[in-house]
């Protein structure tokens, strides 16, 4: 299994950063991390995995 680190440095959303980057690089798989945001903040901003795990072309692991 070989594994690559890209590290994204934007000011837009990181849903939209990540399913950029997974159109141009075309992985079979996405893991990424996890943390809960809730109450005021998470109505506002919404969130990155939700999006990620509705759009993804590819399988996603979730660690949280």
């Keep these: ?3 690559h680190i890209h590290p994204i440095e934007s000011s837009k959303k990181p849903s939209i950063e ?3 980057l997974m ?3 075309k992985p079979s798989a ?3 991390g996890a943390y809960g945001h809730r109450g005021v ?3 506002f901003k919404g969130s990155c ?3 990620l795990l ?3 072309e590819v399988p996603i ?3 949280h």
């Design 18 to 20: 990540l399913l950029n």
């Design 61 to 63: 692991f979730v660690y």
């Design 54 to 56: 509705r759009s993804a």
């Design 41 to 43: 903040a998470y109505f």
């Design 49 to 51: 995995i939700q999006e």
């Design 23 to 25: 159109k141009s690089i």
């Design 30 to 32: 996405l893991v990424t």
């Design 1 to 3: 299994l070989k594994s």
